[in-house]
């Protein structure tokens, strides 16, 4: 521990100077003795404000209330900092004060490990409407596949808030200043979205460069255990981590949300949202494209979308993807049979999307859930033990099949 100690010392010392520096997002040695610069450790796609699939407080916003959000990150390093996004907002946010700490129950966080979020040195700072900010370097060492505890403290009313709607993990409020807490008797309410928090990016670390797991409610994990973190791209950060390849995997899924088709609840459609949501990561190498089956099952009810407009789509998130010189894997759509989204046609669209990824050589790899999560007596339909009930999304077990049916050589 001494000797991990004085080397994490260390490491922040160099990170310290070459922030002090001017150079931030430039190279600061790593404790292995190589460059590393800013990494996202975890993510969240900001959403609009508004009604979504579970009781949330995005609309009516905040004033002199404390908001305290948990994450479990994906790869540890020796410093932090935390992104804010108020991309959403048509007002600027106000923040009276935020702290981050070392997560412990519910809404209590470790004694000793609260630190205070400064921009630009204050503690008090303002996010402009549209924009995201990054906060300052925090010194807090950071621990691989461990929980942060996110508290800010809101004092001037903020409007609409920017947010994200599926967080399948509770977040807390309280009145009043209550950043500071230790304890967390003051956190009386509870939603199971995330507001403002966008991003925690660590520095110093010696891991690989990061995956984004871009889509839809398959990646954001409905229908996982809530708080357990069991969604398919924290089951790989662990599956990952246990081989020892360490690798930040980066959860960008949107419930309902489409490739081809915005929408004020679900989302901006992929194509629009990838560039910032997936290529605008910190460190990202590898991006996994899970998305599409929305698109064909909403048409039922809504916008109709062809298959031929969907793989347009892809092929538009293929070319982002090589511009930015990031490496695409496409995953081919589960089966869904039995669910709200099946007949005749949506099942013919779901054939031929597939078709295309599975054969068309354009994606840099592909990981083959169609096939993967099958029911062995019927292709069409999930295999029961992965089906959460609804016959279109998947249990903790179907997650952990998704993990581990990507294979490790296909990251860069």
Known sequence: MRVLSRRIASTLALVLA???AGSGAALAESAAGGPRGWAATWAASPQRPGVNYTPNWSRE????????????????GVAARVRLSNVYGTTPLKVAGATVARTADGAAVRRGSVRHL???????FTVPAGAEIASDLVPLPVEALGSLTVTLYLA????????????????????????????????????????????????????RRGVVAFGDSLTDGYGSTPGADNRYP????????????????????????????????????????FRRDALGQPGVGTVIVLEGINDIGMSRTSTDVSARQVIAGHRELI?????????????????????????????????????????????????DLDRVLASSSDGDQLDPAYDSGDHLHLNDAGYRAVAYAVDPADLR
């Open 319 to 367: 070319r982002q993807a090589r511009a930015g010189g990031v490496r695409v894997i496409g995953a081919t759509l589960p089966p869904m049979k039995g669910s709200q989204y099946y007949d005749a046609v949506s099942e013919a669209k779901r054939d031929e999307v597939n078709a295309w990824i599975r054969t068309s050589g354009e994606y840099d790899a592909v990981v």
């Open 118 to 124: 400064t921009v630009n040195g204050a503690r008090a």
């Open 234 to 273: 924290d089951e790989l950060a662990e599956r990952l981590a246990a081989a020892g390849r360490p690798r930040a995997v980066l959860n960008q899924g949107i419930g309902g949300n489409r490739v081809t088709v915005d929408s004020a609840q679900l989302g901006d459609k992929g194509t629009s949202r």
């Open 61 to 76: 916003g905040f004033s002199q209330q404390t908001v305290r959000q948990v994450v479990r990150v994906s790869v540890g």
């Open 156 to 207: 001037e009313p903020t409007g609409p808030a920017t947010y994200h709607a599926q967080a399948i993990a509770p977040s807390y409020r309280a009145s009043g200043d209550h950043r500071a807490d230790v304890g967390g008797a003051a956190f009386t309410e509870t939603t199971v979205s995330w507001y403002y928090l966008s991003g925690v990016d660590v520095i110093g670390g010696t891991h």
């Open 18 to 20: 070459a922030v002090t």
